[in-house]
């Protein structure tokens, strides 16, 4: 099974995305190490910035073939070609409703435009793939006529795209079966998710015996977007046993990378790569977990098998399983009486609806055991000060006393907050690396007033997360405190825990 990504085309045309050329090339590299078959690159009539990235793309000397998109007009196809790309991929609307509105042509005058243009990239050697745009609402007889002529043209691939995104994967089926009668060429789906169904028809049409499918990262897209490559994959290889060219280990870095690149946030809940696409909170679920992962998971699929990682989140419905487990992995020993007070006064702030963060767990866990809060933090903040404003970069000191040390630095960042958050993480200087894996910055009541909660979840080298929060009317200081509160437990966890 062919996999095709147009995140660099249909992805860039969601509403409020624009990728620079650097960005749109960084995609392109790592849909390259992802293992996408092809890709589609972007639009080269559309403006000289998209021609040249399109360009550096197809001479970037990636593994995958580029693909350029061009309307059945000879200027969008020499565009294409100016930019040396593997593929033309030419549409044109053939729905009435498209063709009487949009681009007012007859019938035959469209069948006739999309021989032309067929013909043309042929006769210049490349690749070419048609699409009848709007295909799932075109009356089927002409469809296949289209279709025909395409074929007899000499077209290589033939899209089917559900414009749109009206159809059902039982429809679906049905068309792309029909299709294949009329037609030798192999087939491509480009489906939309406008009803939530574009994965779902996406994997109905390769049933019926499509021979590629086009998705996006993130399910990016015009409206509600395309199929996602990350789902559609998955399911291909777990659930359908086939096998694509993707290696999924990198799913969720490039998922993470385009939503860098974007702005566009993936939803927590989305599945595969999510944040909670594979966290669990209830007792009953994460005890069953904690003994064997197939028992609430798929099982055919795990976060390893796409870069991710399995979260056990505390909470009102925590177990005491998951509790346990959670104390011991930062080195304390607890007894089940201890175990039962701590599990209570979780439950009681989850009551209170909030999240449990590690440094929560840990404070509840040191005030029922009777350990006596530690004064030798490892970093413990004595001064910060920030500038900011329109003629300075911003720049943060922060004074601190390091592991016994005393240190004092200067950082700049992007705003006070980058800054002075950059500041901590030098205090730490060669010897500890830390990443900030997380940041959410709320605020709390309205106004200029309210109060701002930060949460931080930080990373060490070896992949341990640990996150904690804390509430300032001052975002500098919010961000600050939780930050250091993060490092200094997660100082402590590698440290062993003081039980
Ligand atoms: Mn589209």
Redo the contacts with the bound molecule.
């Keep these: 099974m062919r996999i095709f990504d147009t995140t660099l085309r ?1 992805g860039e045309q969601t509403p409020g995305v624009s990728l620079s050329l650097e960005q749109k090339l960084e995609i392109a590299r790592q849909l390259d190490k992802l293992g996408v078959d092809i890709i589609e690159a972007g639009f080269p009539i559309a403006s000289l910035g998209e021609k040249k990235a399109v360009t550096e793309i197809a001479g970037a000397g990636l593994n995958l073939q580029v693909c350029g998109l061009s309307r059945v007009i000879r200027a969008d196809i020499d565009a294409c070609l100016d930019c040396d790309v593997d593929m033309v991929h030419t549409f044109v609307s053939t729905s009435d409703v498209q063709r009487i509105y949009t681009i007012e042509k007859s019938r035959e005058e469209v069948v006739e435009l999309a021989v032309d243009a067929v013909e043309y990239i042929k006769d210049h050697g490349r690749a070419c793939m048609f699409s009848a745009m709007d295909a799932t609402r075109t009356e089927i007889d002409y469809l296949n006529n289209i279709h025909r002529a395409v074929e007899e043209a000499g077209c290589d691939i033939i899209n089917v ?1 559900d ?1 749109v995104g009206v159809m059902v994967p039982s429809a679906m089926y049905k068309l792309i079966e029909r299709i294949r009668e009329t037609v030798a060429v192999p087939l491509d789906v ?1 489906c ?1 998710n406008d009803y939530g169904l574009a994965v779902a028809n996406s994997t109905a049409a390769i049933e019926a015996g499509a021979s590629q499918v086009q998705v996006t990262i993130n399910g990016l ?2 409206r509600a977007g ?1 199929a996602d490559l990350a789902e559609t994959v998955m399911i291909l290889h777990t659930i359908y046993g086939a096998e694509t060219g993707v290696r999924t280990e990198h799913l969720f870095e490039t998922s993470r990378l385009v939503e860098q690149c974007t702005g566009v946030r993936v939803p927590q809940l989305m599945p595969i790569v999510g944040e909670n696409a594979f966290a669990h909170e209830s007792g009953i679920h994460t005890h069953g977990v904690l003994v064997r992962t197939d028992t609430f998971e798929p099982g055919g699929m795990t976060p390893e098998m796409v870069g991710h990682k399995r979260r056990i989140v505390l909470g009102k419905h925590a177990g005491k399983h998951a509790v346990k487990q959670a104390i011991e992995s930062a080195g304390f020993v607890v007894g089940e009486e201890q175990l039962a007070e701590i599990l209570d006064r979780i439950k009681e702030l989850g009551d209170k609806g909030k999240p449990v963060t590690d440094s929560d767990l840990y404070a509840i866990t040191e005030s029922i055991m009777g350990v006596v809060a530690r004064n030798e933090q490892f970093i413990d903040v004595k001064e910060v000060s920030v500038m900011t404003g329109n003629i300075i970069t911003p720049t943060a000191a922060v004074k601190a006393c390091v592991g016994g040390d005393t240190r004092v630095v200067a950082n700049t960042g992007v705003g006070p907050v980058d800054a002075a958050l950059g500041a901590v993480q030098s205090l730490l200087g060669e010897g500890t690396k830390v990443r900030i894996h997380d940041f959410k910055l709320e605020a709390i009541s309205g106004g200029s007033d309210a109060l701002a909660e930060v949460t931080i979840a930080v990373e060490d080298e070896t992949g341990r997360i640990v996150n904690a929060r804390a509430a300032r009317e001052d975002i500098v200081m919010a961000s600050v405190e939780a930050l250091v509160n993060a490092i200094n437990r997660l100082i402590m966890v590698r440290g062993g825990g003081r039980a």
Excluded: L, R, S
């Design positions: 249909d795209p414009t480009h939309h897209g015009e395309n």
